[in-house]
């Protein structure tokens, strides 16, 4: 796991991003009402400490009604996911943050959810963010962000695919349905999941009228390039304006990265792709691989006013998350960890007994303070097991220091792939290993 984070982390710092962390949990009013009703059902609560129940109020105690009760018994809880808390934290620090400010934060998150394969209670998210700007050049260089990083990963192929919560609001204004629009994206978010049939039954269920349904069948049929896939869109929301302006944000991107071009990933527009976290106003993000069978790798999309709830007005953002868990899942079902260098050693210095050790520890120092790794090796063993320990760590030299080099206050240094031994003194030492 470290893998993956040491190569996002690098990623994100090449990008110009900075770390920051928030607390595990938080007051349940900044969490509750952000993510939709599902999102609210998973979040896990912090029941009061003390005696919870002697403080809560009798009448709700009467009436056995968790959900009528919760607020008085407990006031805070485990964080659903990074953003939220990066907004309060925005906020919190407006006066010390230099905007657009640019964050990336790799820390857990918790969610009352039914574990399984690819979903956890406890997992890793790892979000980049930008606030203080609505330039679409920050959801051009948040496909660059996944592309490079998947890249490097050897994760190959990776599908971003990309929509906007604009053209949906477009979408339910054309059905007539706009009163609708959170019902609508939450259904529409599961189309993968339970089909055309199974969302037609949700938004059914939810008030949504069967005609209004069927005048969404041609976004089902959507084909050919990005392009073509938008200038059919463009047609379909000719008659609403926030359709036609989400339309025009999508080519600026599509156009942009097809410029620029990806690595070794694909953007995809799939006008299907809603996310049904309430905060998204404009792109959204989710990537995918076809290579497991395994819900979306990573996520996100633009939240123009996700401060303004905590009371920073009109301070645009967009962000991206990596699902790290189901990351670390795909890359060893595909075997993807065998190329990767495990931390060793440059240099190991045999052990031949305490005089030896001590003598050889002074070395070690000086060696450390020039950013070389070295290691003695602790126990005085025959000298078979410890070359045995260096090849099988694939450590490229050994030093040996016996009590000949110990009067000559020299060293022998053994080269471990060409077999080439040499006297040399501490400065030469250091020298022949950095090179």
């Known amino acids: 796991m470290k893998y993956i984070f040491n190569t996002i982390q690098e990623v994100f710092e090449i990008f110009g991003f900075q770390p920051i962390e928030t607390p595990s949990f938080e007051n349940s009013a900044t969490l509750m009402g952000k993510y939709g009703e599902e999102g609210d059902r998973l ?110 990963l050897g994760l190959t192929e990776t599908k971003i695919k990309i929509n906007n919560r604009k053209i949906l609001s477009g979408i339910a204004e054309v059905i007539g349905e706009q009163d609708k629009l959170i019902a609508f994206t939450v259904a529409l978010d599961k189309l993968d999941k339970i089909g055309i049939e199974g969302i037609t039954k949700e938004m059914l269920s939810n008030g949504i009228a069967q005609n209004a349904i069927d005048k969404l069948q041609p976004l089902f049929s959507l084909h050919g390039t990005n392009t073509e896939k938008l200038e059919q869109l463009a047609s379909l929301l000719n008659d609403s304006e926030i359709g036609t302006k989400g339309v025009e944000e999508l080519q600026f991107v599509v156009n942009k990265i097809a410029n620029l071009g990806l690595q070794s990933a694909n953007l995809d527009l799939d006008v299907t792709l809603a996310r049904g976290l309430n905060y998204y106003t404009g792109a959204i993000f989710e990537v995918q691989t076809n290579k497991v069978k395994m819900g979306s790798i990573g996520g996100g999309g633009r939240y123009d006013d996700l401060t303004g709830i905590f009371g920073l007005k009109n301070v645009s953002g967009i962000g991206i998350s990596f699902g790290l868990d189901r990351i670390y899942l795909v890359l060893e079902e595909l075997n993807l960890f065998k190329e990767i260098a495990l931390p060793r050693p440059e240099v190991l210095f045999v052990n031949f007994g305490n005089e030896e050790a001590a003598y050889s520890m002074q070395a070690i120092q000086k060696i450390r303070a020039n950013h070389i790794k070295a290691e003695l090796y602790p126990d005085n063993a025959k000298m078979k097991k410890q070359m045995t320990y260096a090849n099988k760590r694939e450590i490229p030299f050994v030093v040996v220091v016996g009590e000949h080099e110990m009067e000559n206050k020299n060293y022998s240094l053994k080269n471990m792939q060409s077999g080439e031994q040499t006297k040399c003194n501490l400065e030469e030492l250091i020298r022949l290993i950095a090179n």
């Open 43 to 152: 979040i896990f609560k912090i029941l009061n400490s003390g005696d919870y129940l002697k403080k809560a109020d009798e009448a709700l105690l009467e009436t056995k009604n968790s959900n009528k009760l919760i607020g008085s018994i407990s006031e805070k809880a485990l964080r659903y996911d990074l953003t939220v808390p990066f907004a309060r934290y925005v906020v919190q620090h407006q006066n010390e943050i230099t905007f657009p400010f640019k964050r990336y934060q790799i820390q857990p998150v918790w969610r009352a959810d039914r574990p399984q394969k690819g979903r956890f209670r406890e997992f890793y998210q790892c979000d980049a963010d930008v606030v203080g700007s609505d330039s679409l050049w920050q959801e051009v260089e948040f496909v660059q962000l996944y592309d490079t990083v998947f890249t490097k």
